[in-house]
Nanobody
Framework: QVQLVESGGGLVQPGESLRLSCATS????????MGWYRQAPGKQRDLVER???????RHIDSVKGRFNISRDRAKNTGALQMNSLKPDDTAVYYC??????????????WGLGTQVTVPS
């Protein structure tokens, strides 16, 4: 288990971009599948994009062509580049070890997340 600190969220207009960052500790995270989750009001948290230990990436259909996950193993950081943001992207975003795409993720180890708000 590692410490996770998300940053980079904010209030942006539809069509604009944000880049989220995930600061981590230790080597455990760098050799494990990593993902970005989001939780919108009234909905369960789900994994929207993941990157495997071999750097294969997967994403849910609604973010195809818009979001790009990456990691920097030397710096123990992760990132999520979000382009063409839509109101439906509004949520608190979290990084963590990646489980099943669309799933809620691990039972523990969560940071505080970072809020992304895209008004209608």
């Amino acid at each position: 288990q590692v410490q996770l600190v998300e940053s980079g969220g904010g209030l942006v207009q539809p069509g604009e971009s944000l880049r989220l960052s995930c600061a981590t500790s230790g080597s455990d995270f760098s050799v494990s599948p990593m993902g970005w989750y989001r939780q919108a009001p009234g909905k369960q948290r789900d994994l929207v994009e993941r990157i495997s230990s071999s750097d294969n990436t997967r994403h849910i259909d609604s973010v195809k062509g818009r979001f790009n996950i990456s990691r920097d193993r030397a710096k123990n950081t992760g990132a999520l580049q979000m382009n063409s943001l839509k109101p439906d992207d509004t949520a608190v975003y979290y990084c963590n070890l990646a489980g099943t795409l669309g799933g809620a993720g691990p039972p523990s180890g969560w940071g505080l997340g970072t809020q992304v708000t895209v008004p209608s």
